[in-house]
């Protein structure tokens, strides 16, 4: 059991090395040939932004729109109100 | 009447060739010529400069209407100044959004701490404390709101003349008046059509201020009334 222990406790203790000098490795720029340049999709980038700024438009048109239906409701509301508050004065 | 009248039908054609230029300027801006060096990606140009405009016009329409509200008490100017800061806060919105998408592709990053950027955020944050203030500033909200939005309005020269002060990244201002002829018809019409979008969305937003106005002189009328018949 002893022996077996003594062999491979250098195999593993080798094996350490080998990763931790590749890890080692990771940490430094390393030239490397015929790699292909990062491509991003033009389009897609085009139609993100044109898409945001419309949607962006059109909620607000929305929003501002509903706002503005509620707040001419409580005008009428009101008016109402005066109205027949004025109309019992009378 | 005549006059409320002309007033909507102004308001429909407005919206009718806003319309007919959400149909026109996209194939004015797919024909336009591809630029060389930053390729398909370059076409945002179209729309992000005119909303950094709009952006830079709000503010100005806000400081103004603050002006007149802070100097002459115009409640008129501060509603004015409300609705334009709201659509100062939409279309930085838009320049923010639009802005990172074109730079991740043309400079590989999504954002960069230059001057022109940075100090473009600093226009768009102070816009939303101009509207935080307004919503969350008590009494004195209305006041406080309106010294933001003058600052704010110092902060769009410096937005402009950045490219030009410092070193950044961001394009420089001399590119709009250098375009290539080929690529104007497609920025002059979407220039056109933003601005009109911008102008229905003021003209909307302070029928509002004005419809939220009216309801508060028609609730003290109604108070006014329960007062003196319980």
């Known amino acids: ?90 | 009447m005549a006059t409320m009248s002309t007033v909507g039908r102004g308001f429909a054609a407005a919206v009718a060739v806003a319309i007919a230029g959400f149909l026109v300027v996209p194939m004015l801006i797919v024909s336009a010529p591809v630029e060389p060096v930053m390729g398909v990606v370059q076409k945002i140009f179209y729309f992000h400069v005119p909303c950094a405009i709009m952006m830079f016009l709000s503010t100005f329409v806000a400081a103004a209407g603050s002006l007149s509200y802070l100097f002459k008490g115009a409640e008129r100017g501060d509603r004015l100044a409300h609705a334009a800061g709201e659509l100062g806060v939409l279309f930085g919105a838009c320049v923010l959004v639009s802005g990172p998408l074109w730079g991740r592709k043309a400079w590989g990053v999504w954002w960069q701490w230059d001057a022109r950027l940075t100090s473009s955020l600093l226009l768009f944050l102070i816009l939303n404390g101009y509207l935080l203030a307004r919503r969350y500033g008590g009494p004195a909200g209305k006041k406080l709101a309106a010294a933001l939005a003058l600052f704010a309005a110092v902060d769009v020269p410096l937005v402009y003349k950045s490219v030009d002060i410092w070193r950044t990244v961001h394009p420089q201002t001399t590119v709009v008046p250098s375009l290539d002829p080929a690529m104007r018809p497609a920025f002059w019409a979407s220039f056109a059509l933003i601005t009109l979008v911008w102008g229905i969305l003021l003209t909307l937003r302070l029928r509002l201020e004005d419809a939220r106005a009216t309801v508060e002189e028609l609730q003290l009328m109604t108070d006014d009334l329960a007062e003196d018949h319980p």
């Open chain 1, 1 to 90: 059991m002893r022996y077996r222990f003594a062999r491979v406790v250098p195999v593993l203790a080798a094996l350490a090395m080998l990763l931790g000098s590749t890890a080692a490795f990771a940490q430094e720029y390393v030239k490397v040939d015929n790699v292909p340049r990062e491509q991003l999709p033009a389009p897609q980038f085009v139609g993100a932004a044109y898409g945001f700024i419309w949607v962006a438009i059109l909620v607000y048109v929305i929003v501002v729109a509903r706002r503005l239906a509620k707040t001419r409701g409580d005008i009428d509301e009101l008016r109402r109100r005066v109205d027949s508050a004025t109309g019992t004065k009378r």
